[in-house]
């Protein structure tokens, strides 16, 4: 079994900076990837970023490509995404997930942390 709890979300400034943390515990080495999404009020959920636990190879969104940054530390168990340039459409419950595959579909992610608030004021 999996865990993950995120940490971190906040109250930021348009064009500030956020750095966004997922704690991992149980059998991390039973999943491929760690993905972030999020989900504003009345949107589906979205993929933001994803990264493999071994290579570090990375996939981002359109709309978060050069602004966000992915990464992990495979010794702490841990998962982060630093988000810069914030954007009031930015504003959303962000969640980190595992999944076995490689994929930026929500749908193929079987381990969801409990998610963490991030709001943009402009």
């Known amino acids: 079994q999996v865990q993950l709890v995120e940490s971190g979300g906040g109250l930021v400034q348009a064009g500030g900076s956020l750095r966004l943390s997922c704690a991992a515990s149980?059998?991390?080495?039973?999943?491929?990837?760690m993905g972030w999404f999020r989900q504003a009020p009345g949107n589906k959920r979205e993929f933001v970023a994803t990264?493999?636990?071994?290579?570090?190879?990375?996939s981002y969104s359109k709309s978060v490509a050069g602004r966000f940054t992915i990464s992990r530390d495979n010794a702490k168990n841990t998962g982060y995404l630093q988000m810069n340039s914030l954007k009031p459409e930015d504003t959303a419950v962000y969640y980190c997930?595992?999944?076995?595959?490689?994929?930026?579909?929500?749908?193929?992610?079987?381990?969801w942390g409990q998610g963490t608030q991030v709001t943009v004021s402009s």
């Open positions: 990264i493999a636990w071994s290579t570090g190879d990375t």
């Open positions: 149980g059998r991390t080495f039973s999943r491929f990837a």
């Open positions: 997930a595992a999944t076995r595959s490689w994929t930026v579909l929500p749908g193929d992610y079987d381990v």
